[in-house]
């Protein structure tokens, strides 16, 4: 049984910095993709913040979060970390964790390609 779980959520203030994390099991870690997804307040749908291939040579980011966010992976850990600085109010939301069926990843960042989920760690950016 695949299990995906999130931590590190917090509140902070605007400018401030978090590191989300995740840790994987039940399945060849080093063989999937791996993604960030969040749900802002009022939304109904996941936006794809960013993604990392199986081998770490490709990262893709949201334009919102280029220059501010960072993924990496450790294949020997099973973990995958989402450092995010220069946090602003709109980076408010519920980040999720997701393990993609492919070994790669790209822009669009589509839901269907994701079947393993978290349940998610909440960021709450104030002013």
């Known amino acids: 049984q695949v299990q995906v779980a999130e931590s590190g959520g917090a509140s902070v203030r605007a400018g401030g910095s978090l590191t989300l994390s995740c840790t994987i099991s039940g399945l060849p870690f080093g063989d999937h993709a791996l993604g960030w997804f969040r749900r802002a307040p009022g939304n109904l749908d996941r936006e794809g913040v960013s993604?990392?291939?199986?081998?770490?040579?490709?990262?893709y980011y949201h334009p919102s979060v280029t220059g501010r966010f960072i993924i990496s992976r450790d294949n020997s850990k099973n973990t995958v970390t989402l450092q995010m600085n220069n946090l602003v109010p709109e980076d408010t939301a519920m980040y999720y964790c997701?393990?993609?069926?492919?070994?790669?990843?790209?822009?669009?960042?589509?839901?269907?390609?994701?079947?393993?989920w978290g349940q998610g760690t909440q960021v709450t950016v104030s002013a």
């Open positions: 997701a393990v993609s069926r492919f070994f790669v990843c790209g822009a669009g960042m589509s839901r269907d390609e994701y079947p393993h």
């Open positions: 993604c990392i291939r199986d081998n770490s040579k490709y990262m």
